[in-house]
């Protein structure tokens, strides 16, 4: 297993086997990238069944969550930074803020800022993408496809 998603596994592991509050937050490009057979999203769905992590899903990502079962609702991205970063409200099924969000299926711009701004509130994160995001706790970054495949694969058996 790579040092990198090793380190994601041992952190979310640890984070919930003290009950810390997990939000999964996924983008559009989760219906659209393909690693393999399978698309972003079922990666998505397999963690979210592992955590037992609401997810708030953008664009019309929440279609095909809600059709597989997952607990999701469609918010827009600045919606979910706004609640963190300044006044949670109960979404989600999550009565309190959630102290990690794992974001996958964002572009590189959008995920800086996201990032950025969950840092200044307090907000751990996980970047389940394969890009660099600096001022993430964590991130999956410099992966080829196959490699980011073969860690996400792992990630979700580890947990």
């Given amino acids: 297993m790579s040092e990198k998603v ?3 596994a041992r952190y979310l592991k640890s ?12 983008g559009e490009l ?4 393909e690693l393999g057979d ?3 999203l079922d990666y998505i769905i ?10 708030a899903a953008t664009g019309n ?13 469609k918010m827009f991205a600045a919606e979910i930074v706004f609640y963190l970063k300044y006044n949670w409200r109960e979404e989600l099924g999550l009565p309190d803020k959630p102290e990690v969000v794992v974001l996958v ?20 994160t996980v970047v389940l993408d394969n890009i660099e995001i600096e001022e993430a706790t964590f991130s999956m970054h410099g992966l080829s496809f196959q490699e ?4 996400l694969e792992m990630l979700i058996k580890s947990l």
């Fill in 15 to 26: 984070k919930l086997k003290k009950k810390a509050k997990i939000l999964i937050m996924c």
């Fill in 148 to 151: 980011w495949k073969q860690g």
């Fill in 38 to 40: 399978q698309k972003l």
């Fill in 105 to 124: 299926g964002y572009n590189s711009d959008i995920l800086k800022s996201i990032v950025s701004t969950l840092e200044s509130a307090g907000v751990d």
């Fill in 61 to 73: 990502t929440v279609v095909e969550l809600k059709k597989r079962g997952v607990k999701a609702r």
């Fill in 46 to 55: 397999q963690l979210a069944a592992k955590t037992d992590a609401p997810v």
């Fill in 6 to 8: 090793a380190d994601i």
């Fill in 30 to 33: 989760c219906n659209r990238v």
